[in-house]
């Protein structure tokens, strides 16, 4: 249990904008130990007497275990509804209910004596559990490279984070107001054959983790891909999140995203199938449905 | 400047002044507070919060015979003061859950309504003729009201034959110290006949109320949210109807124990459910908001009780009716 999630009456320490996002640090104690790279936390939005019902949940940026007031957590997140829009706009000191460390977080490279080369892709905000991962990468001697990109220069996150960690940053934008105009998908070869790439990070899109997965797939490369799907708990109980993944038993099952993942390995991941239940699943409807 | 922050400890749960004990028709609960089938798994996610044996019982996820995965996603929509689900009783099958989820219920010291669903009258008998002596199983509940089934016309709770046929079936499969208790939809015209056709087919209890059928569309595909077109509505805002058809059963059937639940998200939910009848409370969709909320909802019920002069559960059941 002492590494399992807690649940920590947090409160704000800051919220600051950073380009279209919004930069959001709380204090909760103990879970900045618990943290590894590519875990996420649950936060309750609204206040004590909101109607937001459900949680939600964002990959942690940082989190510092020794901060001035306190373990604190930050998170970046995007204003898509409600939810992140009460959170967005939130003073010192609200209380902000926090559930995590959650999710199964990136495996990091066994093999420490060898330089790993590792090159990490960030879509969006999505990039954001990706430094804390770079560090502990380059803590184990690898060689770090990153590919940033987002619909246009104001939706890049963490570009500096990057410079300031990796051997390269290559960064793309769809309208060319930052960076090589085009997909990740399209320097990522590039950026591989460059690094020798052993091993790929993701999180982002579900269409840019596809695509990058096929693009480390031409070079023998594993992706890890850290998902994005709506979620209601958090915590493995409301079974929301599933998605296809093939098991080691070559067997396909909606599996949670939030307990079995975030992070998948690409190639097991049924992109193609994802927010359906492909033909063949486990328990999956033989006739009629269900 | 200064933060004090605490990290959220599971509150006391017995408050020795209140007599908490809870029945369930043969069964005794030493706390009236259970989880709502559907919302804790198979207690094992929610006892990294909580010792599971705090509570009254766990009620697990409804099981039926095979494997399933359920519907396609999204399987969710947020709405005021709830949400959708459209999950499609996914699950590993009956032989997963007694190989694993029930041995790891008792192991833990947790009290287990198992909760069953099936597409037949015959896939319920199965089912409880497979739970039969199964350790640590306290009682049955028979999903009969799940609203996300292909084929509305499937929805037992929604015709008093049906519901009658299943409860039944599973009565005369279960062992007679296991009270099997009904779990009802409120989405029917008449809910005191569907609850009376169970009774008289051998439930011993009624769990009320499942989620009501529900449906949103999204204003940018113009298209329904949810894979599943349709899907349940639970949450705070179905809460009233939780309070009417509990209100209205425990009128028509007052020595039958119900165990209560939709909406419930605090002591005074709780309690709520508690005067209009309900012998025990599960807590549901609030664990999606804070996963302690069953032992949350416990303490608060304890003062809520207390405030109000009892000092005994039993003597707040169904007390509105006695006003």
């Known amino acids: ?290 | 400047m200064s933060f004090h922050v605490r990290t959220v400890e599971p509150p006391r749960v017995e408050a020795p002044h209140i007599d908490l004990t809870a029945r369930l028709g043969d069964v005794v609960l030493p706390n009236p507070v259970l989880t709502a089938s559907g919302c804790a798994a198979a207690g094992r996610e929610l006892a990294q919060f909580f010792d599971v044996a705090d509570l009254g019982a766990v009620v697990t996820k409804s099981i039926m015979l095979a494997a399933r995965s359920g519907r396609a996603t999204p399987r969710m929509a947020e709405t005021a003061s709830g949400m959708l689900n459209s999950i499609g009783l996914q699950g590993p099958g009956i032989d997963a859950f007694l190989e694993h989820d029930l041995p790891w219920l008792h192991e833990h010291g947790a009290r287990t309504v198992v909760s069953i669903a099936g597409g037949s009258v015959e896939e319920y008998a199965e089912l409880a003729r497979r739970l039969r002596g199964a350790p640590g199983m306290l009682a049955l509940e028979v999903n009969i009201s799940c609203p996300n089934v292909e084929n509305r016309g499937l929805v037992f709770a929604c015709d008093p034959d049906a519901a009658a046929a299943v409860v039944g079936a599973v009565r005369r499969h279960t062992a007679p110290a296991v009270p099997v208790l009904a779990k009802l939809s409120p989405d029917v015209t008449d809910i005191v006949s569907i609850a009376r056709a169970c009774v008289d087919a051998g439930a011993d209890g009624l769990s009320m109320i499942n989620t009501l059928l529900g449906m949103a569309l999204d204003l940018d595909t113009m298209r329904p949210v949810l894979a599943g077109v349709t899907g349940g509505l639970s949450g705070r805002a179905i809460k009233p109807v939780a309070v009417r058809c509990i209100w209205q059963v425990h009128a028509a059937l007052p020595q039958v124990p119900i165990l209560g639940m939709g909406g419930v998200a605090s002591g005074r939910d709780a309690v709520e459910l508690v005067l209009a009848g309900a012998s025990a409370v599960s807590v549901g969709t609030a664990i999606f908001h804070d996963p302690s909320a069953p032992v949350r909802v416990l303490a608060e019920l304890t003062e809520v009780l207390d405030a109000r002069g009892f000092t005994t559960l039993a003597d707040a059941v169904g007390h509105a009716h006695r006003q």
């Open chain 1, 1 to 290: 249990m002492s590494d399992g999630p807690l649940q920590v009456a947090g409160q704000v320490l800051s919220t600051k904008r950073v380009g279209a996002y919004h930069h959001l640090t709380l204090v909760a104690p103990g879970i900045a130990e618990r943290t590894r790279p590519g875990h996420f936390v649950a936060l309750a939005t609204g206040g004590p007497d909101s109607g937001l019902t459900l949680r939600r949940a964002f990959s942690i940026y940082k989190v510092d275990t020794r901060g001035v007031y306190g373990g604190t957590v930050e998170v970046v997140l995007a204003v898509h509804g409600a939810g992140t829009a009460w959170l967005a706009v939130q003073h010192p000191h609200t209380p902000v209910d926090v559930v995590g460390p959650l999710g199964r977080p990136f495996s990091l490279p066994k093999d420490t004596q060898r330089g790993v080369s590792a090159t990490l892709v960030g879509g969006g905000y999505g990039s954001a559990p990706l430094f804390a991962l770079a560090e502990a990468l380059r803590s184990r001697g690898c060689r770090v490279d990153f590919v940033l990109g987002a619909a246009s220069a104001d939706r890049l996150f963490g570009v500096l984070d990057a410079k300031r960690m990796a051997s390269t940053v290559a960064v793309t934008t769809d309208d060319g107001t930052a960076g090589t105009r085009g997909r990740v998908t399209d320097v990522l070869p590039e950026v591989m054959a460059a690094a020798h790439s052993d091993v790929v990070y993701a999180c982002g899109p579900m269409a840019m983790l596809q695509a990058v997965t096929a693009v480390a797939a031409r070079r023998g490369v594993v992706a890890q891909c850290a998902v994005e799907e709506s979620m209601a708990c958090g915590i493995g109980v409301c079974m929301t999140c599933v998605l296809p993944v093939v098991g080691d038993d070559g067997q396909t099952r909606m599996v949670r995203s939030c307990v079995d993942g975030p992070v998948f390995p690409g190639d097991r991941v049924r992109w193609d199938d994802v927010g359906t239940v492909p033909a063949g699943t486990v328990g999956a409807p033989v006739a009629g449905g269900h």
